[in-house]
């Protein structure tokens, strides 16, 4: 009987711990000290009520707010401002070419190509200092190709209103670019129009009556040098005439080196409508730097090339011009007149336009026709004999700094 009495008690032992009501108690007790209470509530009957800090919100009510309701939250209740202060508080937007995009290209095919870059209106400048230089004069943009978001910021925030902002990879960029070393941002502008363009106060102020003409130069380093050396003398204006490269083609503007935005340039111009752009009083001189040794072989022919102003291939006007002479029995002497007179010379007395001609073709006729119609002359750069010629651009440099130097000293500068 004891031993199914010790079989039976064996077999009612329950197979789960008995937990104490002390026990349980004392572990909820530790997991309310891992909380943070709102109230705590004493044996004694007491309620304290628990205060939050003031920055700190509970944590459920944190981890249901997503961060853009976080972000947007911030804005309604952060203090609203007159004018953005920001590149994103301007509410500007861009968009990012994704492989096969031909936006980028379909622009460089037109702004590579003269024709097409004339018949659209428009030119492509590289390079943030270009490009700042550009929005300064009051050029107006139309598109930015930029391979980083921190090259369009630095851009002031009110010029790119309704600009076209595309981000694309810096290999595409390199692709099309002319730049030896790309700087990762191209800019599409409406060609400038030099009457509305905003020039700089100091380039103004320092301004001479002094403009440059530019015949038949079909260099665009030369072009871009000569341009500088221009803005650099406080040249009134620049005009190009037919034949000319293109003054906005990427290679001058390279070598410009942000003269565009510095000086008036008037490109494309007809000979007829070159004296329309200058005031009434101006004298044209044509440039000369062929030497002394030309003025005796001068006095013995007229032939053009004995004058220097053709190197290697009379130019075909002047050709059916002595044609024509020739034949209505006419004096052999065809080519206008002009006083040769050293560089040095005063020849600043009053407004003053110079001629600066092609290295492989020389000055043209119609340029010798204005020159004797205004009073000018040949402005002779004497060099040693032998020597074929200047550079365009050295010739240039040479008489428009000495024109400068002479309206100081008659100015007692």
């Not at 009987?1 to 349980?24: E, F, H, I, N």
Request: charged share 25%.
């Amino acid at each position: 009987m004891a031993a199914l009495v010790k079989r039976v008690g064996l077999g009612t032992r329950p197979l789960l711990p008995v937990v104490q009501a002390w026990d349980l108690d004392a572990r909820r007790w530790v997991r309310a000290l891992r909380r943070s209470p709102v109230k705590v509530l004493f044996p004694s009957g007491e309620v304290v009520e628990r205060k939050l800090d003031p920055g700190k919100q509970p944590r459920k009510a944190a981890a249901e707010a997503s961060p853009r309701e976080q972000r947007q939250k911030q804005q309604i209740q952060g203090p609203a401002s007159q004018t953005p202060s920001t590149w994103e508080e301007s509410g500007l937007r861009y968009d990012k070419a994704f492989p096969g995009d031909k936006r980028l290209s379909s622009v460089m095919t037109i702004v590579k190509s003269r024709p097409f870059r004339e018949k659209q209106g428009k030119i492509l400048l590289e390079g943030r200092r270009l490009i700042a230089d550009a929005l300064k004069a009051g050029a107006v943009p139309q598109i930015f190709f930029f391979s980083r978001l921190e090259y369009i910021k630095e851009l002031p925030i009110e010029k790119l209103k309704g600009v076209s902002l595309i981000k694309v990879k810096f290999e595409d960029i390199k692709d099309w670019s002319d730049l030896v070393t790309p700087q990762g941002i191209m800019g599409i502008f409406a060609k400038p129009d030099h009457v509305k363009m905003t020039y700089p106060e100091t380039q103004l102020r320092h301004t001479l009556p002094i403009s440059l003409i530019c015949d038949n130069l079909r260099d665009p380093g030369n072009l871009g040098t000569i341009l500088r050396s221009a803005a650099g003398a406080g040249c009134s204006k620049v005009l190009l005439t037919k034949g000319c490269v293109d003054a906005w083609e990427p290679k001058v503007l390279r070598a410009g080196m942000g003269a565009h935005f510095q000086v008036p340039i008037i490109n494309n111009l007809d000979w007829e409508a070159v004296p329309d752009h200058l005031p009434t009083d101006t004298r044209v001189y044509v440039a000369d730097n062929c030497g002394l040794y030309v003025q005796a072989q001068a006095q013995r022919s007229n032939k053009a090339s004995d004058y220097g102003w053709v190197r290697d291939q009379r130019p075909l006007k002047f050709h059916e011009y002595e044609e024509e002479d020739l034949e209505s029995g006419a004096s052999q002497c065809w080519l206008p007149e002009l006083e040769v007179q050293s560089y040095d010379s005063d020849w600043t007395e009053a407004p003053a336009a110079v001629v600066i001609g092609g290295e492989t073709h020389g000055v043209s006729l119609e340029s010798l026709q204005l020159a004797e119609s205004t009073g000018g002359g040949r402005l002779l750069i004497p060099v040693v004999p032998g020597v074929d010629s200047l550079n365009s651009a050295m010739a240039a440099s040479i008489l428009l700094f000495e024109g400068k130097r002479q309206l100081r000293v008659r100015d007692g500068c």
